[in-house]
């Protein structure tokens, strides 16, 4: 499989909210030290993963699907707030996922660590997932459940304020053009809203060796919107000034509005469920070179009619990269001006 990722970072934000939250201002350059004119270069693997769970009547028959995420390798370049990557799958990355069936993606992920905000923009088409854990439901050993006709949508949109943004960046850790310097932490808050369809063109979601288990077992197709506010808190231990380890929790209180349909009836439920984005990294980060082990993601927790436990929806992304500071002697015309007018002049 051949899955490409297209992240044109910051660009569109322009159209998502308004300009002059995000103006730029002076930060503490004791604390992470900004390359404002730099083109910051990259190789990285890039792994995606984006599963559900349906919650079973006794809680202890749950069903997960996930889908057969690959390891993909890709490129990409950052200047100023402009980021631009690209990524695809190779055979010699995913040796022997092929027992576990085929997932084809379609995966764009907008990413925003502006000076004050960060925000997540995601798009995502997945179809063909397979049943965890091995031989489950009921099949031979060594074999997989695996649905090729199941299919995943998920949009959704986040921001939240980094309140202490003059000692604290994600941006060493996730665009790699600064490097962080000493440790510090942050409050977060903001809020998010996402849509999420999981449907089946051929038949039921829940397999028919299981249906005992869960109410309502032939829907084809569950859809929710879930929205809400949220706080957490990030922080960042840097050791010798140049080593780090990054990570930030954020709990949303997330109202969800889901529908789980069949051919005769819809049941439609309301709820209540806490939510959770995630970010987390470790590296080393200097004047040229830069190095880190990134995870991102979030879950959802949303309720079902009828069924006493909450369906559980996780997405993340786990990437590797390697990146490189090219200090330029002169700003790259128009191109910095534009920046510099749309999101501030970095100092």
Same mark, same amino acid.
């Given at each position: ?65 996930? @889908?057969?995420? /690959?390891?993909?390798? !890709?490129? *990409?370049?950052? &200047?100023? %707030?402009?980021?631009? +990557?690209? =990524? ?94 000493? @440790?510090?932490? /942050?409050?977060?808050? !903001?809020? *998010?809203?996402? &849509?999420? %369809?999981?449907?089946? +063109?051929? =038949? ?144």
């Amino acid at each position: 499989m051949i899955k490409k990722h297209f992240y044109l970072l910051n660009a569109i934000f322009l159209f998502l909210l308004h300009i002059n939250a995000f103006s730029q201002n002076l930060h503490d350059s004791l604390y992470y030290k900004t390359f404002s004119n730099a083109l910051t270069v990259r190789i990285y693997t890039v792994k995606d993963y984006a599963d559900f769970s349906f919650s079973s009547l006794n809680k202890k028959s749950n069903l997960t699907y996930r @889908s057969n995420a /690959t390891t993909n390798l !890709g490129a *990409g370049v950052t &200047y100023k %707030n402009l980021s631009v +990557n690209l =990524s695809a799958g190779f055979g010699f990355l995913n040796n022997g996922i092929e027992k576990r069936g085929k997932t084809t993606a379609l995966d764009f992920q907008f990413h925003f660590f502006l000076q004050k905000w960060t925000s997540d923009l995601l798009f995502l088409h997945y179809k063909g997932f397979y049943a965890a854990p091995e031989n489950s439901p009921y099949e031979l050993p060594e074999n997989y459940y695996y649905r090729p006709d199941i299919s995943l949508n998920l949009t959704g949109f986040t921001a939240y304020r980094i309140q202490n943004f003059k000692k604290f960046s994600y941006r060493s850790a996730f665009y790699q053009n600064e490097w962080i310097r000493k @440790s510090s932490g /942050t409050l977060l808050y !903001g809020g *998010g809203i996402y &849509y999420e %369809n999981i449907n089946s +063109n051929d =038949s039921s979601l829940i397999p028919s060796k299981v249906a005992e288990f869960f109410p309502n077992a032939n829907f084809y197709n569950f859809h929710f919107i879930s929205v809400g506010p949220g706080i957490g808190y990030a922080y960042a231990v840097v050791i010798k000034k140049h080593f780090y380890v990054l990570g930030s929790a954020i709990i949303n209180g997330n109202i969800n509005f889901s529908t789980d349909e069949s051919e005769a009836v819809k049941n439609k439920e309301t709820s209540f469920e806490p939510g959770i984005n995630f970010k987390t990294a470790a590296g080393y980060g200097g004047t040229e070179w830069n190095v880190s082990l990134s995870w991102a993601g979030n879950i959802l927790l949303v309720k079902q009619a009828n069924v006493p436990g909450t369906n559980t929806f996780p997405t993340s992304e786990v990437r590797i990269t390697l990146a490189r500071q090219i200090m330029l002697k002169k700003p790259i015309p128009v191109v910095s001006n534009v920046m510099d007018k749309i999101f501030g002049k970095e100092e």
